[in-house]
Each structure stands twice: as structure tokens, then as C-alpha cells.
């Protein structure tokens, strides 16, 4: 199946700095990738979508200068948590949709990438 | 406003027992929905269903849709150890563009005991 990276898997960073994500589809092209933020014993919510060339899609509530969202390419999708603060800390999960097969809507996730800001 | 409803919220059984989970929904323009096990990771896909009564089977696990009453189950038979996870239901709902977003339920949690 079709495989997506996160990095870092997991980071601690100290309030007021500003920490990036990355989510890359490693063995296909993926148009639209989604970021998630689960909390603890919470369900994933969803944050914003990303499709390659154009501006992010943020959901209600989401503020989109804090969470800036890059997706120049068909494989790299970028999010930049920034000035970062304690209630920021959540685990981030991203998906890609891989448009080339059969269930093309499917979505692959990433493994998640735990932010701490301290 | 578009949601997605699981439950239990958790469950505890122990081996070889049968388990239903349930999700229902309320979504524009439902497209699919889609069960997925997450273990102390990302979510891994299990199953998604389209059309209404129709059963998908994998293994031990299955999952029917009724799309008349807006909700899905997920059924484990002979339960092992190994499917103790947060069971999550989501939904891909409309939109213009049809992005593919999906709407998450809160999760079931299982946990089997030896």
C-alpha cells in the first residue's frame, strides 16, 4: 500500500518558538493532504486540507497564521505550529490521498508526529 | 453541522468474545464511510463502505452499512489480544469540490483481556 513519512516523529520545543512538520507521500503523488491534531483520548480533528500549487483550506476555528500549511510539491506537505504555546501540544497526523488507484479518495495516513511545547 | 457519533466509548471483553461496535452519522451529501484501528500510532485503514447493506469481511472483521438509518457496524468475532485499539468511524460528506474530507467519531475503545 501506499506509504507515508512524517518528521520529526516526535519534538519538545519551548513556548514562543516555532516548530515544523513535514509529511511526505514516499511512492506517489499525492494532490490533497489533510493535517490532523488528536488530543489525548480524543478523536482526530481535522485542521485544514492542502492541495499541491494553492492555498490551504482551514477548518472553522483553525487559525491559519498560526498553523501555516505549505504543500509545493506532490510529495511534501509542510506545517509550521508557530509561536508555539503549552496548549499547542497535541499529537499531528497527516494523510495524503493517492488520486492513482482504484478507491481514490482513500486517504493514507502518516504515523504522527507528537509536539510538547514546554 | 455535519457529525459523527461512536459508540460504546470503550469496551473491555476477553478473548473469543464477539464485539459491535456502532457509528452513526449525520453528513451532507454522504459519500463513504470508513473504519479504521488505531494502535499507538496513525490510523490504519480497515474497511469502507458505499452501498447500503452490503457486507465487507476481513478475517474476523466486519462492517455493514445502513444507509436508510444512517449508521455502520463493525462486528470482531473470536477476539484476540491483538485487536485491543481505538476503533475510529469516519465519514466523507459532501462539499462542493469534494475534497474528500472525512468527519472522525470520538473512537470506541477496546480492550481484550487474555
Known amino acids: 500500500g501506499a506509504v507515508v513519512s512524517q518528521h520529526p516523529s516526535w519534538v519538545i520545543c519551548k513556548s514562543g518558538t516555532s516548530v515544523k512538520i513535514e509529511c511526505r507521500s514516499l511512492?506517489?503523488?499525492?494532490?490533497?493532504m489533510f493535517w490532523y491534531r488528536q488530543f489525548p483520548k480524543q478523536s482526530l480533528m481535522l485542521m485544514a486540507t492542502?492541495?499541491?500549487?494553492?492555498?490551504?483550506?482551514?477548518e472553522q476555528g483553525v487559525e491559519k497564521d498560526k498553523f501555516l500549511i505549505n504543500h509545493a510539491s506532490l510529495t511534501l506537505s509542510t506545517l509550521t505550529v508557530t509561536s508555539a504555546h503549552p496548549e499547542d501540544s497535541s499529537f499531528y497526523i497527516c494523510?495524503?490521498?493517492?488520486?492513482?488507484?482504484?478507491?481514490?479518495?482513500?486517504?493514507?495516513f502518516g504515523p504522527g508526529t507528537r509536539l510538547t511545547v514546554t | 453541522e455535519d457529525k459523527v457519533v461512536q459508540s460504546p466509548l470503550s469496551l473491555v471483553v476477553h478473548e473469543g468474545d464477539t464485539v459491535t461496535l456502532n457509528c452513526s452519522y449525520e453528513v451532507t451529501n454522504f459519500r463513504s464511510l470508513l473504519w479504521y484501528k488505531q494502535e499507538k500510532k496513525a490510523p490504519t485503514f480497515l474497511f469502507m463502505l458505499t452501498s447500503s447493506g452490503i457486507e465487507k469481511k476481513s478475517g474476523r472483521l466486519s462492517s455493514i452499512l445502513d444507509k436508510k438509518e444512517l449508521f455502520s457496524i463493525l462486528n470482531i468475532t473470536a477476539t484476540q489480544t491483538g485487536d485491543s485499539a481505538v476503533y475510529l468511524c469516519?465519514?466523507?460528506?459532501?462539499?462542493?469540490?469534494?475534497?474528500?474530507?472525512?468527519?472522525f467519531g470520538q473512537g470506541t475503545t477496546l480492550q481484550v483481556k487474555p
Open positions: 492542502s492541495n499541491e500549487g494553492s492555498k490551504a483550506t482551514y
Open positions: 469516519a465519514v466523507r460528506g459532501g462539499g462542493s469540490s469534494n475534497t474528500g474530507k472525512l468527519i
Open positions: 494523510s495524503a490521498r493517492n488520486p492513482g488507484t482504484a478507491v481514490s479518495y482513500e486517504q493514507y
Open positions: 511512492d506517489f503523488q499525492a494532490t490533497t
